[in-house]
């Protein structure tokens, strides 16, 4: 089903591949992009889990919008290892505005594809979005 306000729909890979990602652990991070020819959304860049933070970093364009989710593992103060599903929306202020403009108003629709991340950043520049934003917002968790 597309979405009446942007038009777009979600590929079933986007959502298989999200499943992949929380259930088996299959991947480190799932960049997607909007096609706009095709008018839905596609993925773009699967992270292998041995991948790193700044793999997933260099894998954003600078000057385009995506979607990320990102599977952030980490030590909690109590030294239990625990991990934070990440949903990333890129939009750099280099982009175009169109492409800013079809990304939010996608946004939400494609959100509720994605069943199950716990976090959600909104980045402009990658200080917004740096490992130690992770580690800020995936806090608070007990083992």
Same mark, same amino acid.
């Given at each position: 089903?597309? +979405?009446?306000? %942007?038009?777009?729909?979600?590929?079933?890979? #986007?959502?298989?591949?999200?499943?992949?990602?929380?259930? =088996?652990?299959?991947?480190?991070? !799932?960049?997607?992009?909007?096609e706009e020819k095709q008018k839905q959304v596609v993925v773009e860049k699967l992270g292998e889990p041995t991948e790193s933070y700044e793999d997933f970093a260099a894998g954003l364009p600078a000057d385009e919008?995506?979607?990320?989710?990102?599977?952030?593992?980490?030590?909690?103060?109590? +030294?239990?290892?625990?991990?934070? !599903?990440?949903?990333?929306?890129?939009?750099?202020?280099?982009?175009?505005?169109?492409? =800013?403009? !079809?990304?939010? %108003? %996608?946004?939400?629709?494609? =959100?509720?594809?994605?069943?199950?991340?716990?976090?959600?950043?909104?980045?402009?520049?990658?200080?917004?979005?740096?490992?130690?934003?992770?580690?800020?917002?995936?806090?608070?968790?007990? #083992?």
């Open positions: 089903m597309a +979405n009446a306000a %942007s038009g777009m729909a979600v590929h079933d890979d #986007c959502k298989l591949k999200f499943l992949e990602l929380k259930a =088996k652990r299959t991947y480190r991070f !799932i960049i997607y992009k909007i919008c995506r979607y990320a989710v990102y599977d952030f593992d980490f030590m909690t103060e109590e +030294n239990c290892q625990k991990s934070r !599903i990440f949903f990333i929306a890129w939009s750099p202020d280099t982009a175009r505005v169109r492409s =800013k403009m !079809i990304y939010a %108003s %996608s946004k939400d629709r494609f =959100k509720r594809e994605l069943d199950g991340f716990q976090v959600e950043l909104q980045a402009t520049d990658p200080t917004e979005m740096g490992l130690d934003v992770f580690r800020s917002r995936a806090g608070g968790i007990e #083992c």
